[in-house]
């Protein structure tokens, strides 16, 4: 955890209201940002271009947008399939906490 006045001076650098609620949100982790499957898929992915030639090879960058293409044909699939045979819907957008 971090110390009381770290989180104070964090909220007033974002420019967020210091109040009760804003600060207890913030010393409990409750402020994380959410953020798809997809989204840290394709982060993932231009940090690994950007490294191509310094100790990643391209290779490595098309293994990586192949499986980004997988899971993005899967999440269709299951959404189409979950509506055909009308079972529970499953949160097809999967969210991580930062």
């Known amino acids: 955890m971090k110390p009381v006045y770290s989180n104070q001076q964090e909220l007033i650098g974002e420019g967020e209201e210091v109040s009760v609620d804003s600060f207890r949100e913030r010393w409990l982790g409750q402020n994380a940002k959410s953020v ?8 993932h ?3 690994i271009e950007r490294l191509i030639g310094k100790g990643y090879a391209a ?3 098309l293994k990586c947008k192949t499986s980004l293409k997988y899971t ?8 189409v399939w979950n509506k055909r045979h009308k079972t529970e819907q499953v949160e097809s957008r999967v969210y991580l906490r930062v």
Not at 36 to 43: A, I, K, P, Q
Not at 72 to 79: G, M
């Open 59 to 61: 290779a490595t960058l």
């Open 45 to 47: 992915n231009d940090q």
């Open 36 to 43: 798809t499957l997809l989204d840290v898929f394709r982060r």
């Open 72 to 79: 993005c044909d899967f999440i269709q699939w299951k959404e």
